[in-house]
DNA sequence: CAGAATGATAACATATTAGTTATCATTCTG
DNA sequence: CAGAATGATAACTAATATGTTATCATTCTG
């Protein structure tokens, strides 16, 4: 039985995980990645987004090391002032996707 | 002083509402009327989606009338079996929102 | 009408996120 | 080098979402 310590050894074990809890994590893998770039983007400290979104450091970073799955308000908040928001968007139907 | 008691009310008082604040407005009002049509769409019941993906129906039933703010993967639980999911999106830069 | 299905909600327990405060190691910067 | 800035994290509290179970009023449906 293989160890898993890191996210990667998570990612990697797709016997345990159904196509909705990877469809969450690669969500929260792509949001954290754009929410981390756009923040180095422009220059932001966690602290300055901090101050600009209303939500504290810890939390923030929390988030960017994917200790905590945030409120979708929470999100928002953060999304804001990096300029980008959230939408709701139709499953891409993959030929991986279609069995379960 | 207006009353706020609905819903309405609060996205009519637009006094006192930041801006980051109505997008989450919007955000949620948005994606509880998909998820809603998407339900019914499907001819599915609270229960038959609480079933579908794991979120009890009292919790949808809280969502659906906007007395919690779910967390992502909560929302992402229940948008998988209507055949939808987040994206991270572009603030659309309409000449309203410039300002703050 | 009688019973099933449905949406809403109450009440409480549990789980998780976010706030708060502080600190630490490391990296910038003067 | 000395100090500031930064990201990470610990420890705890407060806030909130979700689970659980049950029930109720209302609407379907036979």
Redesign the interface.
């Known amino acids: 039985m293989k160890e898993i310590n890191t996210f990667s050894d998570y990612l990697s074990d797709t016997t345990r995980v159904s196509?909705?809890e990877r469809?969450?994590i690669n969500?929260?893998v792509?949001?954290i990645g754009?929410m981390i770039e756009a923040r180095e983007k422009k220059g932001l400290s966690q602290r300055d987004l901090a101050k600009l979104?209303?939500v504290k450091q810890p939390a923030i970073a929390r988030m960017e090391n994917l200790k905590a799955?945030?409120?979708?308000?929470t999100?928002?908040?953060i999304?804001?002032?990096l300029?980008?928001?959230?939408?709701?968007?139709?499953?891409k139907d993959t030929a991986a996707s279609n069995g379960q």
Chains 1, 2 share one sequence.
């Open positions: 196509t909705t469809e969450k969500f929260e792509e949001l754009k979104s209303g799955t945030p409120q979708i308000d999100l928002l908040k999304l804001a002032p300029g980008y928001t959230l939408s709701i968007t139709p499953i």
